[in-house]
């Protein structure tokens, strides 16, 4: 069967910034070739948020399988090492139903996890110590981060409080956030990245947000406060979850809102692009060039 011959299984990532298309091609791609999804989303994998991130409908997902969606509680914080575990088991499974896996998703960390066969180390969560750091800013953490380990503070998203945390955590407890070692993996990545011009990405962020908003993005969140999700830890997922939690507080104005909500997912597909161009495994494509992407991946597969 295609994909499967001798040298590993044949795994398709198709990444890239928010808001290119990448879970439409995904989709595309599924029924062409007998694919089934895996989600990369760091926030994807919260239950009850589906229109503050974007989350796949059923409708959209046209009856193909997908994983990794709905499978972390919001008050609690979910890591790349979970999810790595839960990837590799379900990428397994896919395979042994002769069926091709595709990772989908625009968080470079989580796919790295995946495709470069990432080993974390176990260092368990300190209660008291995260306590404490919560109460201070990421600019904060960060220079506390840097006296600790300046190796992680180089390559840390320095304005993610939760990952500011857990680089500390693991500091103080093996006295260094140890290098993240590889492992070679048993298959063969097909690395897909979708890419538009600027100005182009910009408005489609835009026109993303406004239909988000109309769906009742706010609503959404207002009922996960309601069933127990306390305001910081909306706070902690940062993005549209911040700012709106801030807007339903009373904090910001509607106006600050689409404002921050704007500033926040442009500089995240800022962010993203930095990480996906230190791949060099990344085949660059235009989210319209369908029959171009289709056939490099036949040849491919």
């Known amino acids: 069967m295609r994909g499967f011959e001798p040298g590993?299984?044949?795994i398709i990532v198709i990444l890239g910034q928010t808001a290119t298309g990448k879970s439409d091609l995904a989709v595309k791609i599924a029924k062409k070739i007998g694919g089934e999804?895996?989600?990369a989303d760091s926030r994807q994998v919260y239950k009850g948020l589906d229109i503050g991130t974007g989350k796949i409908t059923e409708k959209e997902m046209q009856t193909i399988p997908h994983y990794l969606l709905d499978v972390a509680n919001p008050k609690k914080q979910f890591t790349v090492a979970q999810y790595k575990i839960l990837a590799d088991k379900k990428i397994k499974e896919v395979i042994d139903r002769d069926k091709i896996p595709i990772l989908c998703g625009g968080t470079g960390f989580y796919i790295d996890a995946v495709t470069k066969g990432m080993i974390f180390p176990k260092v368990p969560p300190n209660k008291k110590l995260r306590k404490d750091l919560e109460q201070k800013t990421a600019e904060t953490l960060f220079?506390?981060?840097k006296k600790l380990d300046k190796d992680r503070a180089k390559s840390i998203d320095s304005k993610n409080k939760v990952r500011l945390i857990r680089a500390i955590e693991i500091a103080k407890a093996l006295g260094e956030v140890p290098k993240i070692t590889e492992a070679t993996p048993p298959y063969k990545f097909i690395k897909i990245g979708l890419k538009v011009p600027e100005k182009t990405l910009k408005r489609k962020i835009r026109i993303r947000l406004r239909k988000r908003i109309r769906s009742g993005m706010a609503i959404e969140l207002?009922?996960?406060?309601?069933?127990?999700?306390p305001w910081k830890r909306f706070i902690e997922l940062g993005f549209d979850q911040k700012y709106i939690a801030l807007f339903l507080q009373g904090k910001i104005s509607n106006k600050e809102m689409l404002e921050k909500l704007f500033k926040s997912n442009w500089q995240y597909a800022k962010r993203q692009m930095t990480w996906f161009k230190r791949d060099k495994e990344i085949k660059?494509?235009?989210?319209?060039?369908?029959?171009?992407?289709?056939?490099y991946i036949e040849n491919k597969l």
């Open 143 to 145: 220079n506390i981060l």
């Open 8 to 10: 590993g299984a044949r």
């Open 222 to 229: 207002y009922n996960l406060r309601k069933a127990g999700v």
């Open 284 to 295: 660059w494509f235009s989210p319209v060039s369908y029959k171009k992407i289709k056939i």
């Open 37 to 39: 999804i895996i989600s």
